[in-house]
Each structure stands twice: as structure tokens, then as C-alpha cells.
């Protein structure tokens, strides 16, 4: 599986971002796909997941300005960044995985940048 993000930039804070995510390859089998991000010093973290079946979750210091969404036909994930506060300044992933002869295998995408300026 092969993921493609895009959609990073430069915002001042109180602004939206879109950032998208395709996939390719064996994407038949894609389970959960989701976003993560890495701040510089920190550890990468969750952002935002969701299931195949729609089923989403989203870290704390996201919930409420930021939503995921999932194409399923088009194999894109989709994350509507709102209300872009300093600390949403990281490289966001795009992850997706699926089972391989019975264990969970992750997918990364390329990472795109986004700068919240204040």
C-alpha cells in the first residue's frame, strides 16, 4: 500500500487546513486509516483514526476543531484542521493498515508539513 498525503502549509492561527490521503496498490484489504503527527523533540502521536465502518476517535487536544472523514470508494482519508492553534505545528502522517496472515501491518504516508503561525 502506498499513501500520498497532501494539503500542508503555512496558517496563522484560528485557520483551517485540509490535508488529504490516497491510496494505492493493495488497498482492498485497508482496515483503519488515520492521521498522526510528530512535533520537533516530541514523539509522534495520534491524532485522529477511523474505521473502515466509520467509527472515528480523535486525540484531546484535537476534539472539537479538527474532523476526520473517509472516502471508502476512493480510498482517501481526509482531515479538516479548524481553529489551528501554535501547537498543531508538526509533520502529519498518514497511516492506514490492514491484517497480513493474521498480524496488523501500518502503512505510512510521506508526511506533510504544517507551520501555525501566531
Known amino acids: 500500500v502506498q499513501l500520498q498525503a497532501s494539503g500542508g502549509g503555512y496558517v496563522q492561527a484560528g485557520g483551517s487546513l485540509r490535508l488529504s490521503c490516497a491510496a494505492s496498490?493493495?488497498?482492498?484489504?485497508?482496515?483503519?486509516m488515520g492521521w498522526y503527527r510528530q512535533a520537533p523533540g516530541k514523539q509522534r502521536e495520534l491524532v485522529a483514526g477511523i474505521t473502515r465502518g466509520g467509527t472515528t476517535n480523535y486525540a484531546d487536544s484535537v476534539k472539537g476543531r479538527f474532523t476526520i472523514s473517509r472516502d471508502v470508494a476512493k480510498n482517501t482519508v481526509y482531515l479538516q484542521m479548524n481553529s489551528l492553534k501554535r501547537e498543531d505545528t508538526a509533520v502529519y502522517y498518514c497511516?492506514?493498515?490492514?491484517?497480513?496472515?493474521?498480524?496488523?501491518?501500518?502503512?505510512w504516508g510521506q508526511g506533510t508539513l504544517v507551520t501555525v503561525s501566531s
Open positions: 496498490g493493495s488497498i482492498f484489504s485497508i482496515n483503519d
Open positions: 497511516n492506514c493498515n490492514r491484517v497480513s496472515f493474521g498480524e496488523v501491518v501500518n502503512f
